[in-house]
T-cell receptor
Framework: EDQVTQSPEALRLQEGESSSLNCSYT??????LFWYRQDPGKGPEFLFT???AGEEKEKERLKATLTKKESFLHITAPKPEDSATYLC???????????FGTGTRLTIIP | GAVVSQHPSRVICKSGTSVKIECRSL??????MFWYRQFPKKSLMLMATSNEGSKATYEQGVEKDKFLINHASLTLSTLTVTSAHPEDSSFYICSALSGNRGNEQYFGPGTRLTVT
């Protein structure tokens, strides 16, 4: 059974304080690992897809990396508008379904 | 990015009634759509996978006679909650997958259902 574990559950940072969110996964064969951002009362917003170990993707202050066992979402010099829940999900080979982690609730304090 | 809409965004209904939620892909054709349920401060729970022109595939524990899914076109899927009970109150979110856009699922904004 595919599993995704995200840590920490919640993270509070001062504005400008860089940090990383972790996503550990087990999957029969990885087709893709996805990062989403979700604001309260809204649907998840797609951020990144990573397909193979060693791959990295960046978007503004966010950078996602992937190894064979985990993915990190690095946030550099965050701003209050980066406050949200960040969700990680995996998709197995031969399957279109996503298995989600429980998310990291990130709060950036001005 | 791909745009997925849901309607309504909020709905309140009485116990025993049915409510329909629409999910539309606005700028691409979605061969597959998914319906999720999310409880407060919890992650997304997949309810069913909907393929255009065929019957939906439900996850274990999801009552197919209670949560009716129809995917009549490549841009529209509907979820009907039949004979709603207060425990059906939740945040329902759809997503759409298009083969032309790779493996990404694009999510709608969600529908908050409250059953009184």
């Amino acid at each position: 059974e595919d599993q995704v574990t995200q840590s920490p559950e919640a993270l509070r940072l001062q504005e400008g304080e860089s940090s990383s969110l972790n996503c550990s996964y087990t999957v029969s064969g990885l087709r893709g690992l996805f990062w989403y951002r979700q604001d309260p009362g809204k649907g998840p917003e797609f951020l990144f897809t990573l397909y193979s170990a060693g791959e990295e993707k960046e978007k503004e202050r966010l950078k996602a990396t992937l190894t064979k066992k985990e993915s990190f979402l690095h946030i550099t010099a965050p701003k209050p508008e980066d406050s949200a829940t960040y969700l990680c999900a995996v998709q197995a080979v031969g399957n279109e379904k996503l298995t989600f982690g429980t998310g990291t609730r990130l709060t950036i304090i001005p | 990015g791909a745009v997925v809409s849901q309607h309504p965004s909020r709905v309140i209904c009485k116990s025993g009634t049915s409510v329909k939620i629409e999910c539309r892909s606005l700028d691409f054709q979605a061969t597959t759509m998914f319906w999720y349920r999310q409880f407060p401060k919890k992650s997304l729970m997949l309810m069913a996978t909907s393929n255009e022109g065929s019957k939906a595939t439900y996850e274990q524990g999801v009552e197919k006679d209670k949560f009716l899914i129809n995917h009549a076109s490549l841009t529209l899927s509907t979820l009907t909650v039949t004979s709603a009970h207060p425990e059906d109150s939740s945040f329902y979110i759809c997503s759409a997958l298009s083969g032309n856009r790779g493996n990404e699922q694009y999510f709608g904004p969600g529908t908050r259902l409250t059953v009184t």
